[in-house]
């Protein structure tokens, strides 16, 4: 069992965190995937030299670059602080074992999550050293490449090809790594399916009794269309009502659709959830070719709005945003009071597809 009382420069970051986001909005960093396609990388980036006989083509595997192309995230990292981003979410969206054996590089993910902590860590704290600015790393666990509530054979509705302790198992590692590694936050994000999202929260708070140590936990999900759901046929409240036994830090929505179309979803959230409310949507809806084209001034006008209806307390960019998205997003919410939480009635709450409240008597 590991010492009970966390390292006093996480405390520090921590209360540092708690204490920003009572005064003010805080931004968290744009996308990584669209950034690092214009750095034009090659295989041979990809491979490095220590991967360099790999039997499998590993380009396109983003977050193996924390390990050959360190400089590269490093620099992603430098360039969303500078347009003012409080939290950088480190490069590990697709570092889980699940995940990695897309490549066949599933031994990896512990190191994926490390280094990616260590890089992001890095690149807070010089920033923090010009500026004395505290900046926040929040440790990203993607959503895994495989789906524990719906089938993947249309023919078999019943079929799964992971399960829930696969899930958290390879979440218990993957959290293990960005802990050591330096995160400041456990960000579990763009979630389609709940089950996942139940498995990685399950390991979250496993690791945390295992451990002693406890970080802020944000959540944010994705709905997937303009039906209002998730992938797996939640309603934004039901989506609430399931994970809010985790007390997160925040929840949110992230991903999918532009700002847009994603404002009554977060409205709707900001109406039930008691938390922080967090969103960093795309930049509009991809076109033709799968870029996005909406203007920084474009997405930073919504978000603005969002903030000035007392919608939200964390915003930023998904797909297609960039640096200069961030800054515009900064920019627009600075010295816009952040929303306050609502003070609901105690009721039984509970969740399928769709919310159940039972009524006071």
Same mark, same amino acid.
């Given at each position: 069992m590991a010492d009970r009382q966390e390292p006093a420069e996480r405390q520090r970051r921590i209360r540092a965190l708690e204490k920003a986001a009572a005064e003010r909005i805080l931004v968290i960093d744009g996308a990584m995937g669209s950034m690092i396609q214009g750095y034009r990388l090659t295989e041979e980036d990809f491979r490095g030299e220590r991967f360099r006989d790999h039997h499998q083509d590993l380009q396109g595997n983003n977050d193996l670059l924390t390990l050959t192309r360190p400089d590269v995230i490093r620099e992603i990292h430098a360039a969303y602080l500078e347009a003012g981003a409080d939290i950088l979410e480190t490069n590990t969206f697709n570092s889980t074992s699940i995940s990695q054996q897309d490549y066949d590089l599933p031994e990896l993910a512990y190191e994926l999550n490390f280094a990616g902590a260590v890089v992001a860590r890095a690149a807070c704290d010089a920033a923090e050293a010009k500026d004395g600015k505290p900046r926040f790393v929040a440790g990203a666990l993607g959503p895994t490449s495989k789906?524990?509530?719906?089938?993947?054979?249309?023919? /078999?509705?019943?079929?799964?090809?992971?399960?829930?302790?696969?899930?958290?198992?390879?979440?218990l590692d993957a959290v293990r790594g960005l802990v050591d590694g330096g995160a400041d936050i456990i960000l579990v994000e763009t979630i389609f399916d709940t089950l996942n999202a139940k498995a990685a929260l399950f390991a979250v708070d496993e690791?945390? !009794?295992?451990?002693?140590?406890?970080?802020?936990v944000m959540v944010s999900g994705t709905i997937t269309d303009r039906s209002g759901r998730t992938l797996s046929g939640q309603t934004t409240e039901a989506f609430w009502n399931s994970?809010?036994?985790?007390?997160?830090? *925040?929840?949110?929505?992230? =991903?999918?659709?532009?700002?847009?179309?994603?404002?009554?979803?977060?409205?709707?959230?900001?109406?039930?959830?008691?938390?922080?409310? *967090?969103?960093?949507?795309? +930049?509009?809806?991809?076109? +033709?070719?799968?870029?996005?084209? !909406?203007?920084?001034?474009?997405?930073?006008?919504?978000?603005?709005?969002?903030?000035?209806?007392?919608?939200?307390?964390?915003?930023?960019? =998904?797909?297609?945003?960039?640096?200069?998205?961030?800054?515009?997003?900064? /920019?627009?919410?600075r010295g816009v009071a952040p929303r306050p939480l609502p003070d609901r009635p105690v009721r039984l709450r509970l969740s399928g597809l769709e919310p159940f409240e039972l009524p006071a008597f």
């Open positions: 789906t524990a509530s719906i089938s993947p054979d249309v023919n /078999d509705p019943g079929a799964r090809n992971v399960s829930f302790d696969d899930l958290r198992l390879a979440y690791y945390f !009794e295992i451990s002693g140590a406890r970080l802020p994970i809010r036994h985790a007390k997160p830090f *925040s929840v949110g929505l992230n =991903c999918a659709l532009g700002a847009d179309l994603m404002r009554p979803y977060v409205a709707e959230l900001s109406r039930v959830a008691d938390v922080l409310v *967090s969103s960093y949507p795309n +930049a509009g809806l991809p076109n +033709a070719f799968g870029g996005y084209d !909406e203007a920084p001034e474009t997405t930073a006008a919504h978000l603005r709005e969002w903030a000035g209806s007392g919608l939200v307390n964390i915003v930023g960019g =998904c797909c297609g945003t960039t640096p200069a998205h961030i800054k515009a997003i900064a /920019d627009s919410v």
